[in-house]
């Protein structure tokens, strides 16, 4: 059998391509670079000591900031309200590239390295099988009886040597959007995070003093410059992440309620997609009409549910995706984000198209608001109410 590996070069993935090697498999490794930190290197040497027939390294950056990364900030997706689905939106991406990848080298079948408690065997597995039904997905880790002393005497019986210490027994996953760390002392939810499991973000105590103000500007709602220079939505990304960490910004700390049904203690550091989700959500706050930011806004916790649970390539979260692409249209604007020791927050917006009209808002002398208008507005308004309260009184 041909299998395309969905291999990152760490101790799991390295046991499977040489198992799968060992039982006369020939195995594609294909790695994936979403903006994490580059192992390149180091994967494709211990790939090729594990007997892949191929590796092959994708980087898949510039396709996942436009188009996983743009519909999430349009859709201010945050999972239970906090989580910016940092893994979740990363898979899909992948699974397209696996399947690519099969198709390439004829394959029968695709293999992850996700376990049998976490969330990404269903986001691989039906990502997979939704583009392409006729290819097997095999999931090693969660079928095998390996533990990991077998694995790593497996690999060193094919001079692969990979280090792990009880000092640094945190399972991570990075990207351009974010790093994700659990495991270790991270699985008592009373102990609070210990500085060694953060690794973008500075402590917020030592973070500079002094604050800093940047404007990203937006065009349809995706970012398209940054304090007034032209500048690609993955060029804006990248600063802020390097900004925010810099400033101890974009830590998350939470229980969460994974789809197998189990809760899990997870580490969240995305400096760059906290302060863009918040961003976006000003302008649109400043140029959407009321009832559709209303509507958009119950859309978009069902549009993150969807990703979270592994049904991107769904028929409801492409319908959902149509919506907030016609809320989007003429989008434009600019927001103002100023850091400080642990914070990052919006001091300011403009917008050519804003909705917000000063001479109606304001409280000086420039009011152009009818205050007389408002006695017949709120009687009509309240009638329903004041009917229904006297019926109750009688």
Request: with cysteine.
């Given at each position: 059998m041909k299998i395309v590996l969905a291999y990152s070069g760490g101790l799991d993935t390295t046991a499977v391509a040489?198992?799968?090697?060992?039982?006369?498999?020939?195995?594609?490794?294909?790695?994936?670079?979403?903006?994490?930190?580059?192992?390149?290197?180091?994967?494709?040497?211990?790939?090729e000591k594990a007997g892949v027939v191929a590796f092959e390294v994708l980087?898949?950056?510039?396709?996942?900031?436009?188009?996983?990364?743009?519909?999430?900030?349009?859709?201010?997706?945050?999972?239970?309200?906090?989580?910016p689905l940092v893994s979740a939106l990363s898979r899909p991406c992948i699974s397209a590239a696996l399947v690519e990848a099969a198709r390439r080298h004829g394959a029968d079948a695709v293999a992850h390295g996700c376990t049998g408690k976490g969330n990404d065997q269903v986001r691989f597995e039906v990502a997979v099988r939704a583009l392409a039904p006729d290819l097997d997905v095999l999931a090693p880790i969660r079928d095998w009886e390996m533990s990991r002393p077998e694995a790593l005497d497996l690999l060193a019986a094919k001079g692969i040597e990979i280090e792990l210490t009880k000092a640094s027994p945190y399972s991570i996953d990075e990207n351009v959007w974010g790093r994700s760390c659990e495991a270790g002392i991270l699985e008592d939810p009373w102990q609070?995070?210990?500085e060694e499991a953060y690794g973008w973000t500075a402590d917020p105590s030592s973070a500079p003093r002094d604050a800093v103000e940047v404007v990203v500007g937006f065009t349809d709602g995706i970012p398209s410059s940054l304090d007034t220079r032209d500048a690609s939505f993955l060029d804006v990304l990248v600063a802020l992440n390097e900004i925010g960490g810099r400033y101890g910004t974009g830590r998350?700390?939470?229980?969460?309620?994974?789809?197998?049904?189990?809760k899990s203690r997870e580490i969240y550091e995305a400096p760059g997609a906290l302060a863009l989700i918040d961003a976006h959500r000003h302008l649109?706050?400043?140029?959407?009409?009321?009832?559709l930011?209303?509507?958009?806004?119950?859309?978009?916790?069902?549009?993150?549910?969807l990703v979270y649970d592994g049904l991107w390539f769904s028929p409801l979260r492409e319908a959902v995706d149509a919506f907030f692409a016609t809320t989007q249209q003429g989008l434009t604007g600019e927001v103002r984000l100023r850091y400080s020791a642990g914070r990052c927050h919006v001091v300011g917006r403009r917008s050519p198209v804003s909705l917000y009209d000063e001479s109606l808002a304001t409280y000086t002398d420039a009011d152009s608001?009818?205050?007389?208008?408002?006695?017949?507005?709120?009687?009509?308004?309240?009638?329903?109410?004041?009917?229904?309260?006297?019926?109750k009184e009688r």
């Open positions: 040489a198992r799968y090697t060992d039982e006369g498999h020939e195995v594609v490794a294909v790695y994936g670079e979403l903006g994490q930190p580059s192992e390149r290197e180091r994967a494709a040497g211990r790939a980087d898949l950056r510039a396709d996942f900031t436009d188009a996983y990364l743009g519909p999430a900030l349009t859709a201010n997706a945050m999972y239970e309200g906090r989580y609070a995070p210990p998350l700390d939470m229980i969460e309620n994974r789809r197998v049904g189990i649109e706050d400043l140029c959407l009409e009321r009832d930011l209303h509507e958009k806004a119950r859309l978009e916790i069902r549009w993150a549910e608001f009818t205050h007389a208008d408002a006695e017949g507005f709120v009687r009509i308004w309240g009638m329903p109410t004041v009917g229904w309260a006297q019926v």
